[in-house]
């Protein structure tokens, strides 16, 4: 069973990179995009918004699709998808074929977060240790090579197609490949439980997801944060040149890998609480070194103080909603997933409007309260019960769940 779970963890972690890939090619190519189709400014906030939205409706379908499939086989057709799909947004010419391009990508890549990661949950749960910072590790080196890549295909002013068709012909038949390895560990979790108390407790058992749900979306309103604003701020407030504005996102980035890369050891040895606790403190004081930085290079410092901030939270916030609801995992890592499009949905706008209204810096005071604010649920990442603030222990949500209709 040892080589079954370490092909199991290879293979995902492959999909993990692939995903990274992928997705750093369109958002980094956004206006390459918008100029080949002629779409406006007015009209472009329409087309990036119907991906995260579709991809939280992807999610919500997983949802319900895994408890009649094994996530893997959900895995091993929607990465395909995606990548299918990114060739059609290159390969397009009017806005219906870019739509549709986009909707299928938006669809495609809410199953696949939410499938990668429930199988990430459960080989984790079958591992017995702290490996889920390792999947999204490889993600962000995939996100490297994606927006090094991108950057390579704006330098040479290659076609879209033509940019993306290596790394579909590449990255395709490679995951096709890797899925044969996928290990659905979910049946050994499921087992802890009686039949009964798979459901996730139906509205009992979301309020106890709830906290990590708002977690999930604080993190994903600060990396939001970080990609859409880093360059802007950097640029418009703290006057750096053009050139280097483009630095803070890369930092970002790598220091989002390093931190991923190492994390697991950090779990392991003074738990995900602590790991939590430290992360988010560090991403609150990111924030901060960000909003009162005088020049470019202090503003870059926060930005690298953020990436190995925020790198630990969302891995570990999917891990705790598997320890959380032990007999129904998948049917809460698909639900999480979708804060993960809430965050990124409301994140951009909000700094957005405060900074017309307001000001950028203070605009960046914003995440770095919520940051802090997560603080008040680190208790939720515990193994085992969780206790309320009065000592007492939480029911497990299995025992909450009997007797209910699902979730």
Request: aromatic residues 10%.
């Amino acid at each position: 069973m040892t080589d079954v779970l370490r092909r199991g963890r290879a293979s995902l972690a492959f999909s993990f990179f692939a995903q990274g890939v992928a997705f750093a090619l369109l958002v980094t190519r956004i206006p390459a995009i918008q100029d080949r189709y002629g779409i406006s400014d007015g009209l472009l906030p329409v087309f990036l918004a119907a991906v995260p939205i579709l991809a939280g409706v992807g999610s919500v379908c997983t949802e319900h699709v895994v408890k009649r499939v094994p996530p893997s086989r959900v895995l091993r057709w929607s990465q395909p998808v995606v990548l299918l799909s990114l060739l059609a947004v290159g390969g397009g010419d009017g806005l219906w074929e870019i739509g549709f391009a986009l909707a299928a990508f938006g669809l495609a890549v809410g199953a696949l977060d939410a499938s990668m990661n429930m199988l990430g949950v459960s080989l984790q749960h079958a591992y017995g240790r702290s490996i889920m910072l390792g999947f999204h590790a490889a993600y962000s080196l995939g996100g490297i090579l994606g927006a090094s890549l991108a950057w390579a295909g704006a330098h040479w002013d290659l076609a879209l197609f033509v940019s993306y068709l290596p790394v579909a012909a590449v990255l395709l038949p490679a995951a096709l490949i890797a899925s044969r390895w996928y290990v659905d560990g979910g049946g050994a979790v499921a087992d802890e439980e009686p039949a009964e108390g798979r459901t996730g407790g139906g509205s009992a058992g979301f309020k106890l997801l709830l906290p990590l749900c708002l977690v999930m979306a604080v993190a994903y309103i600060g990396d939001s944060t970080v990609a859409n604003w880093s360059a802007k701020y950097l640029q418009d407030v703290l006057g750096s040149s053009e050139q280097l504005a483009t630095v803070p996102y890369n930092v970002y980035m790598v220091t989002t890998l390093l931190g991923r890369a190492v994390g697991d050891l950090g779990v392991r040895r003074f738990g995900a609480v602590a790991v939590v606790r430290v992360g988010a403190v560090v991403a609150a004081a990111g924030f901060a070194v960000v909003a009162g930085a005088p020049g470019a290079w202090v503003g870059m410092l926060g930005f690298t103080l953020l990436g190995f901030g925020l790198c630990v939270i969302v891995p570990q916030t999917f891990a705790a909603a598997g320890r959380l609801f032990p007999g129904a995992a998948d049917s809460a890592v698909a639900r999480l997933n979708i804060f993960n499009y809430v965050g990124f949905l409301v994140g951009s706008p909000l700094v957005g409007a405060l900074g017309d209204a307001w000001s950028y810096r203070g605009a960046m005071l914003v995440p770095m309260v919520l940051m802090l604010v997560t603080l008040l649920y680190a208790r939720s990442f515990a193994p085992g019960p969780s206790r309320y603030g009065d000592g007492h222990e939480r029911p497990r949500t299995a025992d909450v769940g009997r007797g209910s209709n699902g979730v």
